[in-house]
């Protein structure tokens, strides 16, 4: 069974920093879509980044790029998020996910093609607040 960790959550002010971080268990990390995702109070889950296990093409959401950077290490089955100059829009619960996809799916992965739905395995979220 597949289990996602998520961790680093936390309360900063405007500007400032956090890194996320998911440790995946009971499976190799491989062949899988990994997302992190948001979900603010009375919104739905949204899509802010993604990146297949087997490469380093990457997803943005538009109102994180150029802020945040998704990446993952392999050897340590872990996948990070971090996130830089934070807004207050940015409070919410962070979720990591994993899909699994074949090899020649992975170009839809690194182009934000799976939403929430389409993913199978959730972690349990970590809360992150930004206050102005």
């Known amino acids: 069974q597949v289990q996602l960790v998520e961790s680093g959550g936390g309360s900063v002010q405007t500007g400032g920093s956090l890194r996320l971080s998911c440790v995946v268990s009971g499976s190799t990390y491989s062949g899988y879509c990994m997302g992190w995702f948001r979900q603010a109070p009375g919104k739905e889950r949204e899509g802010v980044a993604a990146?297949?296990?087997?490469?380093?093409?990457?997803y943005y959401d538009e109102s994180v790029k150029g802020r945040f950077t998704i990446s993952q290490d392999n050897a340590k089955n872990t996948l990070y998020l971090q996130m830089n100059s934070l807004k207050p829009e940015d409070t919410a619960m962070y979720y990591c996910?994993?899909?699994?996809?074949?090899?020649?799916?992975?170009?839809?992965?690194?182009?934000?093609?799976?939403?929430?739905?389409?993913?199978?395995?959730w972690g349990q979220g970590t809360q992150v607040t930004v206050s102005s």
């Open positions: 990146i297949y296990t087997g490469g380093d093409s990457t």
């Open positions: 996910a994993a899909l699994r996809i074949q090899v020649w799916l992975r170009t839809r992965c690194s182009g934000g093609y799976y939403r929430a739905p389409d993913f199978g395995y």
